[in-house]
């Protein structure tokens, strides 16, 4: 069974540049979430979506982030326009519908603004 | 308000000594407790949780925690490290629904020969 899948794995932009990410979680998971760790940190959820709503998008960003689901399968988060702030690590997660407490994680996309 | 504690930013063991992590928690409810472990490059991996019943948990690649309600604590502990368990370690608190996570700032855990 394929695991998260994210692209790219690493990103360097220049500030106010726009930047995508991708993800694709595990088949027949339809919870799926992304998270933000900065450097030394533990990660924070950005949003999260059951199937193709975002059911907590309270700690995103949305002057400048926004992300979208369609067809409920894979996902992107886009930033437009990147800030100096946004260097960082962008986790994607997924879970079944039978929670199990176990959310499970892609390799991440590690993102430097310059 | 939610939130986890990891007081130790970084430990340093010799190979074969024991291990233990401390974690701390607020949780207004009854918590969920979880530790999650990232090598260097890798997303997050489950090594085991607390949803109820005994509090000594046991879990993947010979980690064990103990939850202790009292102490709000759920300490990580593992007889004898290896090397290949130089990583960082997240004590994670939530619900029992996956919709609140709350991970700790992690402990970052180097093992020398």
């Known amino acids: 069974e394929a695991g998260v899948v994210q692209s790219p794995r690493y990103k360097i932009i220049e500030k106010k540049q726009p930047v995508a990410f991708w993800c694709n979680p595990i088949?027949?998971?339809?919870?799926l979430y992304w998270y933000l760790q900065n450097l030394g940190q533990g990660p924070e959820l950005l949003i999260r979506?059951?199937?193709?709503?975002?059911?907590?998008d309270s700690q995103l960003p949305k002057d400048r982030f926004s992300a979208e689901r369609l067809k409920g399968v894979d996902s992107t988060l886009k930033i437009q326009p990147a800030e100096l702030g946004d260097s960082a690590v962008y986790l994607c997660?997924?879970?079944?519908?039978?929670?199990?407490?176990?959310?499970?994680f892609g390799e991440g996309s590690r993102l430097t603004v310059l | 308000a939610q939130s986890v504690t990891q007081p130790d930013i970084h430990i340093t063991v010799s190979e074969g000594a024991s291990l233990e992590l401390r974690c701390n928690y607020s949780?207004?409810?009854?918590?969920?407790l979880f530790w999650y472990v990232q090598s260097p490059g890798q997303g997050l991996q489950l090594l085991l949780k607390?949803?109820?019943?005994?509090?000594l948990v046991q879990g993947i690649k010979g980690f064990e925690a103990e939850f202790k309600r009292s102490q709000s604590s759920f300490n990580l502990r593992k007889p004898s490290v290896h090397w290949s368990d130089a990583a960082e370690y997240f004590c994670?608190?939530?619900?029992?629904?996956?919709?609140?996570?709350?991970f700790g700032t992690g402990t970052s855990l180097t093992v020398i020969p």
């Open positions: 997660a997924s879970s079944s519908d039978h929670f199990t407490g176990e959310l499970f």
């Open positions: 088949s027949g998971h339809n919870t």
């Open positions: 979506y059951e199937n193709e709503e975002a059911v907590d």
């Open positions: 949780y207004g409810a009854t918590p969920y």
């Open positions: 607390y949803f109820s019943g005994d509090t």
């Open positions: 994670a608190v939530g619900d029992n629904t996956g919709n609140q996570f709350y």
